[in-house]
């Protein structure tokens, strides 16, 4: 299905585990984007790229990497999982024409690290 | 230091009514501004957007205003439905990256 996609839906782990929360894109959208959203707050970035191979820290890097080998995917890794990073983590992709055009959101992974 | 700021977590309008939902931003470099709506269990969707040299942008029921010397950006939702009940964003764009206030819940009552 054309789309923007994320993997898992849910994911619980412990802490010190290492998490990987996948997204995937069809529409070959140059930029792609991880936020993460915690309770009563807005979104706030994690890590964003313009092309494959091309990555960039947000806001809110600490603890988090990503790759970015094929446009179409874009996963984020948490390393070391700790509880303040239980959140619900939305990827968004746009293309390239217009730096201003909207966001495409992904349905969001729900993440608790117990 | 929140740049993009939604003062109100909650509003709740009866249905037909006008629904006013502000936003306060305050860096100057924000060139762009963008609604998001957000249901329960999916992630938010575009809803109308306004560039920085416009005052207003129409689009149906909805209006987004941009008052520049204030740095202050409404939605209006005229008239309100109550499938209109959902949270509702205000994202400020610089650069291609957005940063997002944290949000208003609209709920229309029938």
């Known amino acids: 299905d054309a789309g923007i996609t994320q993997s898992p839906r849910y994911k619980i782990t412990e802490t010190g585990r290492q998490v990987t929360l996948m997204c995937h894109q069809t529409w070959s959208h140059s930029y792609m984007f991880w936020y993460r959203q915690d309770l009563g707050h807005g979104l706030r970035l994690i890590y964003y790229s313009a092309a494959a191979d091309i990555t960039d820290k947000g806001e809110v890097p600490d603890g988090y990497v990503v790759s970015r080998s094929k446009t179409e995917n874009f996963p984020l890794t948490l390393e070391s999982a700790t509880r303040s990073q239980t959140s619900v983590y939305f990827c968004a992709s746009r293309g390239w024409e217009h730096p201003n055009e909207k966001l495409f959101f992904g349905s969001g992974t729900q993440l608790s690290v117990l | 230091d929140q740049q993009v700021k939604q003062n109100s977590p909650s509003l709740s309008v009866q249905e037909g009514r006008i629904s006013i939902l502000n936003c306060d931003y305050t860096n100057s470099m924000f060139d762009y501004f963008l609604w998001y709506k957000k249901y329960p269990a999916e992630g938010p969707t575009f809803l109308i957007s306004?560039?920085?040299?416009?005052d207003k942008n129409e689009d149906g029921r909805f209006t987004v205003f941009l008052n520049k010397s204030a740095k202050h950006l409404s939605l209006h939702i005229v008239p309100s439905q109550p499938g209109d009940s959902a949270v509702y964003f205000c994202?400020?764009?610089?650069?291609?990256?957005?940063?997002f206030g944290d949000g208003t819940t609209l709920t229309v009552k029938p």
């Open positions: 994202a400020a764009t610089n650069a291609g990256k957005s940063t």
């Open positions: 306004i560039s920085s040299i416009k």
